[in-house]
């Protein structure tokens, strides 16, 4: 089966390579497949990640030559530090789906090691020689895990946008410590919305791109925009679903539920589409910090970004438009493209957008939605921790809370896994001071503090990078960004 892709917005197509390589429709709409391919769970049974990796793949990416697939799949995840790529932690009813075992200790790592691999392949593919220009903004742990998979690739430049008041000490160190002659950091005098508004309105502004080209430039990006980005986060929902069976607490072709803490939407998704692929999903429940306008979505079918930033202890939720919501809205509306670009266009223009009951009810019948506050967030933490002796970070605790919250609701005893996006040390006090109360040591001193007093061991490396020179110190405004990039790319020639 050859997948296509199409935009959310009007009637361009691509084939993968293409839209890999594009990373978004030059029209501002995100790519999205034309139709779900199937994956039967029979299938895949007796298979590791890598395997069933293969398996997804191979579906959504025709053009890749089954032995580079297989190639590009090992290269990407013998950089993991555990026996399974995406290991199961389970505690009674709880089910903790660990994400970060990546080299920079968060769930973005599971898609952003293959898709450097991805984005060079279709590069071949699509016979383009100019250089790769990889464009992304992050909240926290996209920059780190792309600039970690792009550094000193060979036909690649990688330029990251991070709000510089809104990320952890530990998410701002790994990325302005980031090697590479390839690469750029840059703190934005701005939040994330900003940082991913200035990106997109780069991507569609044809003079800029023209002048790139010029200079035998390409954009792409590896946010969850990508196509390529996204896919491979649908792999690690059946290979938790296959390692449920092994385990016992499934039965093949039983449902099942899962719990994710959610900011641009781009991981829950990915549940959505293996959903589509037949996984027997009964319920995403999508989890919001106090930056709840999914939440508030999800009640009224109304979404309204027109409403405070908030700065949380969970940063990298910390974002009021969710651009692949987009994706979601596309899907049920019936592929409804002049539908979804009049509702971007007014998101864009006035802030808000509103859909209609049978769009709501078709959201409604696959996602929960609710939120977690800052105080229930750390005190998740903290009683976890005390009946389970297990440390979790604050993006995961939002996740468990409204987990728990859904049980209260609906009485719905379907097996839920609850998927852990970070390693407790990336917001170490935040983390610490929820379990052990306030410290006046600063969250590089916690590190080893907080090992110490859980009995966690510490990540590999942590600590050296704690005490690296910062190589990356420039900040820039929302309108320097374009310029930003030009500079850059002109110290390379």
Not at 22 to 39: R, Y
Not at 104 to 112: G, P, S, Y
């Amino acid at each position: 089966m050859s997948i296509k892709y199409e935009s959310t917005r009007s009637n361009i197509k691509a084939d993968p390579s293409e839209a890999i390589l594009k990373g978004i429709s030059s029209d501002g709409g995100l790519f999205v497949p034309e139709s779900f391919p199937s994956l039967e769970l029979a299938a895949i049974m007796d298979m590791d990640y890598k395997g069933i990796c293969y398996e997804v793949l191979s579906r959504f990416f025709h053009e890749f030559e089954e032995s580079h697939l297989r190639k590009i799949i090992d290269l990407s995840y013998d950089k993991f530090n555990t026996e399974k790529v995406t290991p199961i932690v389970s505690f009674d009813n709880l089910n903790f789906l660990e994400l970060y075992h990546g080299p920079t200790l968060a769930f973005k790592d599971v898609a952003l090691s293959i898709l450097p691999h991805l984005l060079t392949e279709s590069a071949k593919i699509q016979k383009v020689t100019d250089e790769i220009v990889i464009l992304t903004a992050t909240s926290g742990d996209t920059g780190k895990a792309a600039l970690e998979g792009f550094a000193d690739v060979e036909g690649t430049s990688i330029v990251v946008f991070f709000p510089d008041e809104g990320v952890s000490m530990i998410q701002r160190k790994q990325m302005t410590t980031q090697k590479g002659k390839n690469v750029q950091v840059l703190a934005i005098d701005g939040n994330f919305d900003d940082a991913q508004r200035g990106v997109k309105e780069i991507f569609s502004d044809k003079a800029y791109n023209e002048s790139l080209k010029a200079t035998r430039h390409i954009l792409s990006s590896a946010n969850s925009i990508n196509i390529g980005r996204l896919v491979p986060q649908i792999v690690y929902y059946f290979y938790s679903y296959v390692e449920s069976v092994k385990a016992g607490k499934l039965k093949a072709g039983d449902m099942i539920n899962f719990t994710v803490p959610t900011g641009n939407f781009g991981n829950i998704l990915a549940g959505y589409y293996a959903k589509m692929m037949g996984l027997p999903v009964n319920k995403l429940i999508c989890a919001s910090n106090d930056n709840n306008v999914l939440y508030e979505f999800f009640k009224t079918g109304e979404y309204n970004r027109n409403r405070p930033f908030l700065k949380t202890v969970s940063p990298s939720m910390d974002i009021l438009v969710s651009s692949n919501f987009e994706r979601l809205i596309y899907h049920v509306s019936g592929n409804d493209k002049v539908f979804v670009k009049k509702s971007m266009d007014l998101l864009n223009s006035s802030g808000t957008y509103k859909v209609d009951d049978e769009i709501k009810d078709a959201i409604d019948d696959n996602f929960y939605g609710n939120y977690c506050s800052e105080e229930d967030t750390l005190t998740t933490i903290k009683d976890v921790f005390e009946k389970y002796h297990y440390l979790m970070d604050t993006h995961t605790a939002v996740a468990c809370k409204v987990y728990g919250d859904y049980v209260k609701a609906t009485k719905d005893e379907t097996l839920n896994i609850i998927l852990s996006t970070a390693s407790p040390f990336k917001f170490t006090k935040s983390v610490y001071e929820a379990i052990f109360g306030p410290s006046d040591l600063d969250e590089y001193l916690l590190i080893k503090e907080l090992s110490d007093k859980t009995g966690t061991p510490l990540p590999v490396d942590l600590i050296e990078m704690c005490g690296a020179e910062d190589l990356h110190k420039d900040v820039c405004t929302f309108e320097g960004m374009k310029q930003s990039i030009t500079d850059f790319l002109n110290r390379q020639v």
